[in-house]
């Protein structure tokens, strides 16, 4: 079993930038694929960013050059940079860890507001 934790949602102006972080309870390692998904209300979740145990990113290509996935092994941590905010990525964030079973795990979502 995996639980997920995420923190660091907000209400934040255009232009404005969040680090969100999702903490993993058990071995990080045995976590093949990290990543970070979002819904938007009446959209489906969509694919934000994924990192590989390896370190391998991938970016949807809306926040392409904005956003920044990352994981830090030895706090069992992946976290979402977020720059230069747009209304657009007004959401719910989800951290997704898929372990090498290809067994899949979410969060309970953490809200991203992007208002002046």
């Known amino acids: 079993q995996v639980q997920l934790v995420e923190s660091g949602g907000g209400l934040v102006q255009p232009g404005g930038s969040l680090r969100l972080s999702c903490v993993a309870s058990g071995s990080f390692f045995t976590i093949r694929v990290c990543g970070w998904y979002r819904q938007a209300p009446g959209k489906q979740r969509e694919l934000v960013a994924t990192i590989t145990n390896g370190g391998t990113t991938n970016y949807a290509d809306s926040v392409k050059g904005r956003f920044t996935i990352s994981r830090d092994n030895a706090k069992n941590t992946v976290y979402l940079q977020m720059n230069s905010l747009t209304p657009e990525d007004w959401a719910v964030y989800y951290c997704?860890?898929?372990?090498?079973?290809?067994?899949?795990?979410w969060g309970q979502g953490t809200q991203v507001t992007v208002s002046s």
């Open positions: 997704n860890a898929r372990r090498f079973d290809d067994s899949d795990y």
